[in-house]
């Protein structure tokens, strides 16, 4: 392959990284920082691209709209909405404790899925929503350079946004919740409102990622928010990279997009026959790292910081 | 500043818990609270700190009723408790458990941790003050940048009593926090004890099985039997006490012989 097309793939590669970033973050909140076991990160991604698509696609008779708004107002509604449903999904659940939290979401994610899918008015079901733009594409072009770029600037007032939580009293109530609930209820604290705002907060970021997901591959089905793709690889980067730490959700979701996408060159090689075995075997080999990951570096590649900040 | 608990009766299904317990913790006092396992003390506790509601009586605090009132609102109130297994924060520092635990904290809210940055600084500036009077106060100074779930037993007996500190609560109520500590540590838990209230004017009622500790600390002390309340008074009395003597020994049903 020559350079172009090693750069070309690059930039490619790291958009998909940005996007996985972006989901990783917000489950940092939710599981590292809070300790919910949200695995309906699917639905939430889900919410985030078909809103920003369904706004920013021009009219189309298969689908409701499109309206052809301005990306922007794609992106920021994405994460009004995948918020809202965080709402109400958290009213629901915000009193559940870990397993039982895990339940309701990946419940209420295929529920999301499964809408999207039945739902042709909105959707147009499973033939998806074509032609979502790019963003900057009638200035700019359709370069994933100028892609790569919106995704960074985002990920980073994200990022910054979020250790800015973090290391807030905020923050530091949220970790005290996921150590130990009853100390934290003892401290008068209403431990039910951080959990929501931790949810809701996480989700839309969630959302966001879904939104760019959307502008990114500029053709979304139902089939693209499948647990294993929107929410099971989520948790395997972020256990990876270090729950807790920000900069570990950003790592993991580099380190293993790369495993997973240099996994996809293995199977590729194999027998016409083997492929779907293969793809299988791709999974397989996921979980494989994680329980490697999980008893070599339970803390993940950057553990959480625990540096004493009161000084 | 006491709380006087009338008439409560709780029960668990087919097992009475509490039944018609009355009593008075008489502020400026460490009352202590005794009696076998099973004798109902933790879960008098947990109904005067809002955790259960009992069936039928009255909690009074202060004179009001606060009967039912959940924990956060009782802690508004000032009172606060500790339980017989330490509920630390493992994975933070010394210095983050307590500075978890002040309310009013402007922090707290997301929008202000984002948006008035300067002015929240300034108040975790206020709070870590104070834990460093607590960790002073506790001797804790040394492991104050510590993960507390790395303490020994008695310090995080004591880090429980640093946390009420950090709350305006001037009514402690402490679940056996002799238990699990060793003899120089717990000589530690007796001074700071004595001297929140002589020095800071707290309140304490205390559940304790270490009788050595119970007698050197608290007076009055209230001994409960099966849910019921069989004697109030100083240690002596209680420990010849004829009824409670025979509740310990369990070879008696309770006033029979």
């Given at each position: 392959?020559?350079?172009g097309g090693?750069?070309e793939?690059?930039?490619f590669?790291?958009?998909?990284?940005?996007?996985?970033?972006?989901?990783?973050?917000?489950?940092?909140?939710?599981?590292?920082?809070t300790?919910q076991?949200?695995?309906g990160?699917?639905?939430?991604?889900?919410?985030?691209?078909?809103?920003?698509a369904?706004?920013?696609?021009a009219?189309?008779?298969?689908?409701?709209?499109g309206?052809?708004?301005p990306l922007?107002?794609?992106?920021v509604f994405?994460?009004v909405?995948a918020?809202l449903?965080?709402?109400?999904v958290?009213?629901?659940?915000?009193?559940l404790?870990?397993?039982?939290?895990?339940?309701?979401?990946i419940?209420i994610a295929?529920i999301?899925?499964?809408?999207?899918?039945n739902?042709?008015?909105?959707?147009n079901?499973?033939r998806?929503?074509p032609?979502?733009?790019?963003?900057?594409a009638?200035?700019?072009?359709?370069?994933?350079?100028?892609f790569?770029l919106v995704?960074?600037?985002?990920i980073?007032?994200?990022?910054?946004?979020?250790e800015?939580a973090?290391?807030?009293?905020w923050?530091?109530?949220?970790?005290?919740?996921?150590?130990?609930?009853?100390?934290?209820?003892?401290?008068?604290?209403?431990i039910?409102?951080?959990?929501?705002?931790?949810?809701?907060?996480?989700s839309m970021?969630?959302?966001l990622?879904?939104?760019?997901?959307?502008?990114?591959?500029?053709?979304?089905?139902?089939?693209?928010?499948?647990?294993?793709?929107?929410?099971f690889?989520?948790?395997?980067?972020?256990?990876?990279?270090g729950?807790?730490?920000n900069?570990g959700?950003?790592?993991?979701?580099?380190?293993?997009?790369l495993?997973w996408t240099?996994?996809?060159?293995?199977?590729s090689?194999?027998?016409?026959?083997?492929v779907?075995?293969?793809?299988?075997?791709r999974?397989?080999?996921i979980?494989?790292l994680?329980q490697v990951?999980l008893?070599?570096r339970?803390d993940?590649?950057?553990?959480e910081e625990?540096?004493?900040?009161?000084? | 500043?006491s709380?006087e608990?009338?008439?409560?009766?709780?029960?668990?299904?087919?097992?009475t818990?509490?039944?018609?317990?009355?009593l008075?913790?008489?502020?400026?006092t460490?009352?202590?609270l005794?009696?076998?396992?099973g004798?109902g003390k933790?879960?008098?506790?947990?109904?005067?700190a809002?955790?259960?509601?009992?069936?039928?009586?009255?909690v009074?605090f202060?004179?009001?009723?606060?009967t039912?009132?959940?924990?956060?609102?009782?802690?508004?109130?000032?009172?606060v408790?500790?339980f017989?297994?330490?509920?630390e924060f493992?994975?933070?520092?010394?210095r983050?458990n307590?500075?978890v635990?002040?309310?009013?904290?402007?922090?707290?809210?997301?929008a202000?941790?984002?948006?008035s940055?300067?002015?929240?600084?300034r108040q975790e500036?206020?709070v870590?003050a104070?834990?460093?009077?607590v960790?002073?106060f506790?001797?804790?100074d040394?492991?104050?940048?510590?993960?507390?779930?790395?303490?020994?037993g008695?310090?995080k007996?004591l880090?429980?009593?640093?946390?009420?500190?950090?709350?305006?609560a001037?009514?402690?109520l402490?679940?056996e926090?002799?238990?699990g500590?060793?003899?120089s540590l717990?000589?530690?838990?007796?001074e700071?004890?004595?001297?929140l209230?002589?020095?800071?004017g707290?309140?304490f009622?205390?559940?304790?099985h270490?009788?050595?500790?119970?007698?050197?600390l608290c007076y009055?002390v209230i001994?409960?039997?099966?849910?019921?309340?069989?004697?109030?008074?100083a240690?002596?009395?209680?420990?010849?006490?004829?009824a409670?003597?025979?509740?310990?020994f369990?070879n008696?049903?309770?006033?029979?012989?």
């Amino acid at each position: 392959m020559e350079l172009g097309g090693i750069i070309e793939y690059g930039l490619f590669f790291l958009s998909f990284v940005g996007i996985y970033a972006l989901l990783s973050l917000g489950l940092n909140l939710q599981w590292g920082l809070t300790g919910q076991f949200n695995i309906g990160i699917a639905g939430f991604f889900a919410v985030g691209a078909y809103t920003s698509a369904i706004l920013t696609t021009a009219p189309s008779p298969h689908h409701l709209g499109g309206f052809g708004m301005p990306l922007a107002v794609g992106l920021v509604f994405a994460m009004v909405l995948a918020g809202l449903v965080a709402v109400l999904v958290g009213l629901l659940t915000v009193r559940l404790r870990t397993d039982y939290l895990a339940i309701a979401t990946i419940g209420i994610a295929e529920i999301i899925r499964l809408g999207l899918k039945n739902e042709e008015w909105l959707t147009n079901g499973v033939r998806g929503i074509p032609g979502i733009p790019r963003p900057f594409a009638e200035t700019l072009g359709q370069s994933d350079g100028v892609f790569l770029l919106v995704v960074v600037v985002l990920i980073l007032m994200v990022y910054l946004a979020l250790e800015a939580a973090r290391r807030s009293p905020w923050g530091r109530v949220l970790r005290a919740i996921r150590e130990n609930e009853d100390g934290v209820r003892a401290a008068g604290k209403h431990i039910e409102r951080f959990r929501l705002e931790a949810f809701v907060v996480g989700s839309m970021i969630m959302g966001l990622g879904g939104a760019l997901f959307a502008h990114f591959v500029g053709f979304i089905s139902p089939e693209a928010f499948t647990p294993e793709f929107a929410t099971f690889l989520v948790w395997v980067m972020l256990i990876a990279g270090g729950s807790g730490n920000n900069k570990g959700a950003v790592l993991g979701a580099l380190i293993i997009w790369l495993v997973w996408t240099g996994t996809e060159f293995l199977t590729s090689m194999a027998p016409p026959e083997y492929v779907t075995q293969a793809g299988a075997l791709r999974l397989l080999m996921i979980g494989i790292l994680v329980q490697v990951i999980l008893l070599v570096r339970p803390d993940g590649l950057l553990p959480e910081e625990t540096a004493d900040r009161t000084k | 500043m006491s709380i006087e608990v009338r008439d409560i009766t709780k029960t668990f299904g087919g097992l009475t818990a509490l039944r018609d317990c009355s009593l008075t913790v008489e502020p400026g006092t460490i009352t202590g609270l005794i009696g076998p396992n099973g004798a109902g003390k933790t879960t008098l506790f947990n109904i005067v700190a809002g955790a259960f509601k009992p069936d039928s009586g009255q909690v009074l605090f202060e004179g009001a009723d606060i009967t039912g009132l959940g924990t956060h609102r009782l802690f508004r109130r000032g009172i606060v408790r500790t339980f017989q297994v330490p509920n630390e924060f493992s994975r933070m520092t010394v210095r983050e458990n307590l500075m978890v635990v002040p309310s009013g904290q402007m922090g707290e809210s997301l929008a202000a941790a984002w948006f008035s940055r300067r002015a929240v600084r300034r108040q975790e500036e206020e709070v870590a003050a104070k834990v460093e009077d607590v960790l002073a106060f506790l001797n804790l100074d040394h492991v104050g940048a510590e993960l507390a779930g790395g303490l020994s037993g008695g310090q995080k007996k004591l880090l429980e009593l640093g946390r009420t500190m950090m709350t305006d609560a001037k009514m402690v109520l402490l679940d056996e926090p002799g238990a699990g500590v060793n003899r120089s540590l717990l000589a530690h838990l007796t001074e700071a004890i004595e001297r929140l209230k002589e020095e800071r004017g707290y309140t304490f009622c205390i559940i304790e099985h270490d009788m050595d500790l119970v007698e050197r600390l608290c007076y009055p002390v209230i001994a409960m039997v099966r849910g019921e309340i069989l004697a109030s008074g100083a240690m002596e009395d209680i420990r010849s006490n004829q009824a409670v003597v025979e509740a310990y020994f369990g070879n008696a049903k309770v006033g029979g012989r």
